[in-house]
């Protein structure tokens, strides 16, 4: 009897995880083929098998669901910033790494828009609770102090990562390509850490280009 119970427990959570996954694979379908707007918190617990109130319980509503979601597709990003290659990962110039960064989660963005969106305007504030923004600006910001250790990288931080707000996002995704984004929030990172902006090539104003051709563009390293 001791060892039946002692065996329980285990079981349980085994049995927990296989249905949190069988939830998030079931919600990860349903968002990609309906969009996340058009699938409701009763479609997902009957595709998935599992009553309401289980769903309720353990997401709280469809915005956690969309959180839960996303830190599973957060791990390979957050895997190449800890331990993968250059310059996204260790061993190149902070500077380097920053820009690797802006661009990495600019295209992580813009693949997962609706449901990044979703949860960051829950509520207010909401993206500033969820622990994927903290881990970003906590990345953000030591990278900002290795550069520039004389700069307020807490505070410059937050205002990097405002460029890529998901409520921002979805409202500048029709004018600004996801290269155009990249290379903004690069210029951007490299006139704080540098006081320089460099040449950003992009669309005509006025039937005149921004820059002239051939004008040097300054690439610097974060120093």
């Known amino acids: ?18 249905n949190r996954a069988k939830i998030l694979e079931v919600t990860a ?12 918190m009763d479609q997902i617990a009957s595709a998935a098998g599992v009553g309401k ?5 353990r997401f709280g509503d469809k915005a ?12 390979d990003l957050q895997e190449a910033m800890a331990a993968g290659p ?4 260790p061993g190149a110039a902070a500077g380097e790494r920053l820009a690797a960064f802006l661009a990495a989660y600019a295209e992580f963005l813009d693949a997962n828009l609706d449901l990044v969106h979703m949860s960051e ?5 909401a993206r500033y609770r969820v622990g994927g923004y903290r881990r970003w600006h906590e990345h953000v910001r030591d990278l900002l102090h ?16 405002a460029g890529l707000a998901a409520d921002l996002r979805r409202a500048t995704r029709t004018t600004y390509s996801t290269d155009r984004n990249i290379e903004t929030l ?8 540098t006081g320089r902006l460099p040449y950003v090539t992009v669309a005509p104003i006025g039937g005149h280009q921004a820059a002239e051709n051939g004008h040097q563009r300054d690439t610097g390293d974060g120093r």
């Open 146 to 161: 290795t550069a520039r250790p004389d700069l307020d990288a807490d505070g410059l931080a937050h205002l990097l990562l």
């Open 186 to 193: 690069r210029a951007l990172a490299n006139l704080i850490l």
């Open 86 to 89: 250059p310059p996204l990962g």
């Open 29 to 40: 379908r349903l968002f990609a083929e309906r969009g996340v707007d058009g699938v409701s």
């Open 121 to 125: 305007t829950a509520s207010p504030g």
């Open 1 to 18: 009897m001791s060892e039946e119970l002692a065996a329980r427990p285990r079981k349980e959570r085994s049995d927990a995880i296989r």
């Open 53 to 57: 109130g289980t769903l309720f319980r």
């Open 64 to 75: 956690g669901l969309g959180v839960a979601l996303l830190d599973t597709r957060e791990q």
